[in-house]
C-alpha cells in the first residue's frame, strides 16, 4: 500500500514536469520576485543602520579636536534632540504598522518605553541593544513576508493623520528621552570617576 502511495506521488510529479514549460521564457513571475528581493534588501540595509545607531552608547563621533567636553556638551544639548525625534518617530512608525488600535497615544507610549530601553542596555552592552534595538523592525518584516494584506495604506493614512492631535505627548516624550540619556550620560561619568576605566596595555615598539 505505502508502495503504492509512492508510486503514484512520482507518477504525478512527472506529469506536472514539462520542459517546455521551462524553457518558454516566460519570467513574469520572476519580475515580481526581484522586485520583492530588491525591496527586501533595501529595508534590511536601512534597518541595518538604524538599529545600530541607536544602539551605540556614544551617538556622535568622540572628538579629536581641544576642548572634547565642552563639545560633547554642545552636540548633547542641540543635536541630540533632533537624533531623539528621529528615534521616537521611527519606532512610533514601526508600531502604527504593527497595531490595529484606534488609539494612538499607547503606541507613544510603547515607543517610549522601546526606546530607552534601548538607551538603557546601549549603556550597559551595546550587544543586547542592538539586539533589542533590531527585534520590532524585522518582525514587522517577517509578518509582512507572511500576511502582506496585514498592511494597508487606508489605516496606515488614518493613523499618521492623528499625529498632529498628539503633538503635545509627542513633545513630552521626546523631552523625557533627552532627560533619561543626560541622566545615564552623568551616571557614566560617576561611575568612570570613582571607577577609573583600565588603560589597555599598548604593544613594545622596540620588538
Known sequence: MV?????DGVSEWTENFSL??????????????????IMIAIYAIVIYHFY????????????KR???KTIGFLRYTFLFPFVAILFFMGFSLMFIFLTKTEDVSPIFTTAFAIIIAIRIT?????????????????AILGIYLIEPTFFTLDYIKERITQLPENINIIIQFILLIILVEWILRITLKIRYAIFPKKEKPQPDQSE
Open 20 to 37: 517546455e514549460e521551462i524553457l518558454s521564457g516566460n519570467l513574469s513571475g520572476f519580475i515580481s520576485l526581484f522586485y520583492l528581493i
Open 66 to 68: 581641544k576642548h572634547t
Open 3 to 7: 508502495f503504492g502511495l509512492e508510486i
Open 52 to 63: 545600530r545607531y541607536i544602539a551605540k552608547r556614544d551617538c556622535f563621533r568622540p572628538s
Open 122 to 138: 546601549a549603556y550597559y552592552t551595546e550587544d543586547l541593544s542592538k539586539d533589542v534595538a533590531k527585534m520590532l523592525p524585522f
